[in-house]
């Protein structure tokens, strides 16, 4: 890339870049385990961010179906876990399994991976069903599809708060699995951010390259958006390809929404919170790039992670205002790259 006199934007953006990086530099020589933790809580939340976007890339970025609900299919999953976790499971047989309603604060294993079993698929179901009744006749329309969702978002954010409360709560991990582990230079840090939500997030990632890249279905969906009647006139059922394909974003959306619930919470307006960092990872690493995603949600994460610590000035705590950041990270790689980093023409 040439920087020249006539592309300040460009310019500008790497002279922050640089300005941010020295400022990082030097927070980490003041406190380097901190700056460990620090660091490692953008990466953990940069994983759960790309497990929730990378549904929304899947819908969004390459079905080109705006699905303005992403986020309440990804807190409706995590309130179905929890539901199903406090109703049929304690730890009191050992293997975390009790018809009889849990009483206790403690499960099994069987007590956290049932519930994430239940609400994944139960979520994917929710996705089609959404897909077929509401989305599947407006193909290519996205004002309506917008405007429609949007609807249901609203719908199903107000049934969520009057059948679960408006209290933030958390899905319970089970009793066995450590609180945290001990790594290099003295740090401990949370087991399940550190090697649940980061070693589904690499499973994730490598799952769904495989699956668009080297599998016939894969393949079928992208020639499908690129042009729905000739793979139509191929003998190929599109409409089954784009069901198959809706019902695996949402099944990410329900599975990111019990990973969230379990390392942070579940609350009411989270379900806009993810869906606006979902648009976000999307943005900056570029319509329908599963890559492009992944370097978007890392750069989010770690963003989110540094400006809610180091956002102070001449001793004046500015981490409040830590989303002003956000944006500005936006706005900077828009500047610079007005389609994404990896985005590519429609």
Known sequence: ??????NPAKVAGIALAIAVA???VVKAGQDGRQFAVVTLNGLTLAALYFVVASGFTLIFGLMRVVNMAHGSLYLL??????????RFFEDDSGLGLSLSGASDT?????GWVVPLLVATLLIGVIGVVLQQVFLRWNQGQDLRQALITIALSVILADQMLAAFGGISKDIATPSAWPTSVS?????RFGFFRGVIVLGSALAIGLGLWLIIKRTRFGKIVRAGVDDRDMV???????NLIFVGAFFLGALLAGFGGVLGGTMISLAPGQDTA????SLIVVIIGGMGSLGGAAIGALALGLVDAYADVYLVFGGADLTNYSIIVTFALLVGVLAVR????FGRPA
């Open 1 to 6: 890339m040439t920087l020249r006199a006539d």
């Open 22 to 24: 020295a400022f990082l």
């Open 77 to 86: 999953g995590g309130y179905i876990a929890l539901e199903v976790q406090t």
């Open 106 to 110: 403690e499960y099994g294993l069987l």
């Open 183 to 187: 790594l290099p230079g003295e740090v």
């Open 232 to 238: 139509a006139a191929l003998g190929i059922n599109v």
């Open 274 to 277: 993810f869906l606006l960092n």
């Open 338 to 341: 007005p389609l994404g980093l």
